[in-house]
Every structure is written in structure tokens, then in C-alpha cells.
């Protein structure tokens, strides 16, 4: 299985600020993703991060709140800017590789972002 | 609109107790049904992807099948380390976005 290292694993932000949140894979993969989980929540995908160009946003995320960068194939960030007490949530990145006829998606630990 | 639903919500388990989880979807064509894992205060951990109606996988104590409206995952003989949350996810056909959509999770417990 591919390794995803995510990081940070927490913080604690003021509101107004931003982070970014990175991630990197093992080895080559297909294609990387961001999902939000909330509390409780199942996972929501954020957009998809396509290398070298703009991100695939879901409905409801925007490239100015969510600027996502992929400059290669095992590394993208997630910057959460100007962040509320709503952005409070798990961030996680996710990665999908193609094995023969097989996919394989996997995800990073998260990162969990507490706003206050 | 493609949809997931997973039953039940929660599930309380003796140790040794089989019981199976149900993952209904509605999908435009399915490219993929996957399963997860996962423990508090961690990320998703992948168990199976599952592609055609009549495919099975197993690994320890799990066994997934799929037909063409749900998905099983099937726990044989629980133990207390199986407590977790297993998430259902579909990938649907007509789009090479690869993006999954995710149901809402069982919670399992399963008591020594």
C-alpha cells in the first residue's frame, strides 16, 4: 500500500489566518484528492489536485477559500485561507493508484485544524 | 444523483458475534465500490475495492461481496480490535474524475 505523509497532524489558528496543509506520497500515483470530514461526518471531497494545473473544485469550494498546488506527482498542498470557526474540521488528502486492472485509494492521517 | 447508504448507523457486537454491514448505492454505471477503515482520530485505511456484482474479497476476518444495488461486508467471529468505523465509497462509471462518494459510516463495537 502507498504511504501518505500529511502534515501538520493538528493546529490551532486564529481566525483570519491561513494554512496550508502538505502532503506526500510513497510512490507515483494517479491522482490526489482533498476531503474535509466534520465531526461526526463522513468525508466531503474538497477538489481533485491535478498536476501542474488548477485544481478540480467540488461544488461549494472555491480556488481563492481552498488554493490547492500539485507541482508533481507524489506532492500537493491545501491552504485554508482566511479561515473561520466553520473551517474547523479534518482535512485529509487521499491518493489513488492504478495496480493492473486494480485501484487502490488511500489516505493520509489528516490534519486536524481547530479555528478560534 | 449518486448516492450512498450504509446500515445500520451503529452496531454493538459480543466478541464471536458475525453480523454483516449493508452499503446500498445508486450510481450512473459503478467504476468501483471501496471499503474502509477507520479509528478515531485517524485517516480512512483501505480494505477492498470490489468491481462487478458476484465479486468477493476477503482479508481476515472481513469478507466484502457486492450485487448490483448493495454491497456486504461480512465480519466473522469479531474481536475487540475490530472496533472501528467502516466506511462504504463509489466511484461512478461515466466519470474520469476518479472522485469517490462516501456514505455516512457504521460504527462498530464489539464488546470482549
Known amino acids: 500500500s502507498a504511504v501518505i505523509s500529511q502534515k501538520p497532524s493538528r493546529d490551532i489558528c486564529q481566525r483570519g489566518t491561513s494554512l496550508t496543509i502538505q502532503c506526500q506520497v510513497d510512490s507515483q500515483v494517479t491522482m490526489m484528492f482533498w476531503y474535509r470530514q466534520q465531526p461526526g461526518q463522513s468525508l466531503t471531497l474538497i477538489a481533485t489536485a491535478n498536476q501542474g494545473s488548477e485544481a478540480t473544485y467540488e461544488s461549494g469550494f472555491v480556488i481563492d477559500k481552498f488554493p490547492i498546488s500539485r507541482p508533481n506527482l507524489t506532492f500537493s498542498t491545501l491552504t485554508v485561507s482566511n479561515m473561520s470557526p466553520e473551517d474547523s474540521s479534518i482535512y485529509l488528502c487521499?491518493?489513488?493508484?492504478?495496480?493492473?486492472?486494480?485501484?487502490?485509494?488511500?489516505f493520509g492521517q489528516g490534519t486536524r485544524l481547530t479555528v478560534v | 444523483e449518486d448516492q450512498v447508504t450504509q446500515s445500520p448507523e451503529a452496531l454493538r457486537l459480543q466478541e464471536g458475534e458475525s453480523s454483516s454491514l449493508n452499503c446500498s448505492y445508486t450510481v450512473s454505471g459503478l467504476r468501483g465500490l471501496f471499503w474502509y477503515r477507520q479509528d478515531p482520530g485517524k485517516g480512512p485505511e483501505f480494505l477492498f475495492t470490489?468491481?462487478?456484482a458476484g465479486e468477493e474479497k476477503e482479508k481476515e476476518r472481513l469478507k466484502a461481496t457486492l450485487t448490483k444495488k448493495e454491497s456486504f461486508l461480512h465480519i466473522t467471529a469479531p474481536k475487540p480490535e475490530d472496533s472501528a468505523t467502516y466506511l462504504c465509497?463509489?466511484?461512478?462509471?461515466?466519470?474520469?474524475?476518479?472522485?469517490?462518494?462516501f456514505g455516512q459510516g457504521t460504527t462498530l463495537q464489539v464488546k470482549p
Open positions: 487521499s491518493a489513488k493508484r492504478l495496480t493492473g486492472r486494480n485501484t487502490e485509494a488511500f
Open positions: 470490489l468491481y462487478s
Open positions: 465509497a463509489v466511484q461512478e462509471g461515466s466519470s474520469n474524475t476518479g472522485k469517490l462518494i
